[in-house]
Every structure is written in C-alpha cells, then in structure tokens.
C-alpha cells in the first residue's frame, strides 16, 4: 500500500526557521517524484515544487523560488519542505504528494500526505 | 501561465441529482494533462479523474469527466452525502508546471 506520512503539526514564530517532513513507503521511493501543495486557510491548492529522489532534481513555482527548499533522503524515504525565516503569511496547511512514476510532463498527483499544519504567529 | 477558472463557485443540490462542474482554461490545455480531485473538508485532497477523463482507481463510476481544448467538465451522475465536498482541476503547464483552479463547493440544498 502506497503511504505518504507527514510529520505533525508546527507552531512557530516569525523569523525562525523549519524543516517538515513526508515518509514514503509501499513502492519504490527514489524513481517517483514528490510534490509540495500550499493551502491558506479557506482558500485553494498551490503547487509550490518538485523533487526526483533518485538525483535530487528539483523544480520551484516561480512563487516559491527563494522562499523555501524542498529536499529528499532516498535512503530513508524521506522528502523534506523547509523555511530559514518564517512569516506569518506562510501560515498554511501543506501537503506532500505523489506523481504517478519517473515523468514530470503531463502528471498529476495520485497519493498524498495526510498534511501538515504549519502555524506562525508572534 | 495558463489560468484555470472553475464554475460555478459553489453549487447547491439534493443527494440522488446530477452535478455538472466546469473547468476552463485561459489556453488549450492537451486533454492528457487535465486531472480533477475532491477535498472533503478536513481532509488532504484525492484524485478523481486523470486525463481528462479516466477515473482514478477505486473511484465510483459515477465519477465522469470530459471535454477538450478550454473546456472540462466534471460529472457526478446521481450525488451520494459523501460527495458534497469541493472539488479541483489541476493542469500541467509549462511555468509553473502545475496549476490548480479556484475550487468548486458542492453543497448539499
């Protein structure tokens, strides 16, 4: 069984930094790409980037170039979003999620995280 | 970038009708890359149909999308409670790669 797990919910203040996590397990983790999904409170879904954990090919979102850095450990399954200094607008839920194999052309997102609640406020 | 408009916002019907839910894109879109997905409030997202028009696995067959070029269209033949939620087209695109439409809420009247 295809399984996505991220780690718990964060409360944080502005200016510090974070690092959450998504462990996958139940296929072969390196030859599929993983994708992070920002949602704001009440509001819709942001594709925010990518990562291929076999070489660690990754693509940004214009609007999220330099605002935050997606990594991934092949050896322990294991994709990573994290923030140097947050603010309060990054406040959000978000989600890891699954391109269904190797191709990043023409895809979507077949499994996802559960998501992580990420809170920053003064 | 190709913007996604989705319509109406937020659509009101009885368990047991017929839901017709419109994605429209700012450029053709090819059919290939056009999926959609229903959030139920709570809970992460979940792929309903990819392509266009094939249905993810496990998804009822009540679940139909179609359309070409612009237009895509989401179809629930006879609602069930647990498809009141809101629902998302997503397409792949050159810069940024993916994008999603502003949501549809299917509600119960």
């Known amino acids: 069984e295809v399984q996505l797990v991220q780690s718990g919910a964060e409360v944080k203040k502005p200016g510090e930094s974070l690092k959450i996590s998504c462990k996958g397990s139940?296929?072969?983790?390196?030859?599929?790409?993983i994708a992070w999904v920002r949602q704001m409170p009440g509001k819709g879904l942001e594709w925010m980037g990518v990562?291929?954990?076999?070489?660690?090919?990754?693509r940004y979102s214009p609007s999220f170039q330099g605002q935050v850095t997606i990594s991934a450990d092949k050896s322990i399954t294991t994709a990573y979003l994290q923030w140097s200094s947050l603010q309060a607008s990054d406040t959000a839920v978000y989600y890891c999620?699954?391109?269904?194999?190797?191709?990043?052309?023409?895809?979507?997102?077949?499994?996802w995280g559960q998501g992580t609640l990420v809170t920053v406020s003064a | 970038e190709i913007v996604l408009t989705q319509s109406p916002g937020t659509l009101s019907l009885s368990p047991g009708e017929r839901a017709t839910l419109s994605c429209r894109a700012s450029?053709?879109?090819?059919?290939?890359?056009l999926a959609w997905y229903q959030q139920i409030p709570g809970q992460a997202p979940r792929l309903l149909i990819y392509?266009?028009?094939a249905r993810a696995t496990g998804i009822p067959d009540r679940f139909s999308g179609s359309g070409s070029g612009t237009d895509f269209t989401l179809t629930i033949s006879r609602l069930e409670p647990e498809d009141f939620a809101v629902y998302y087209c997503?397409?792949?695109?050159?810069?940024?790669?993916?994008?999603f439409g502003q949501g549809t809420k299917l509600e119960i009247k």
């Open positions: 999620a699954r391109l269904p194999g190797p191709q990043l052309i023409g895809r979507y997102f077949d499994y």
């Open positions: 139940g296929y072969n983790f390196p030859n599929y790409w």
């Open positions: 990562i291929y954990p076999s070489d660690s090919d990754t």
């Open positions: 450029q053709s879109v090819s059919s290939s890359y």
């Open positions: 392509a266009a028009s």
């Open positions: 997503q397409q792949y695109g050159s810069t940024p790669l993916y994008t």
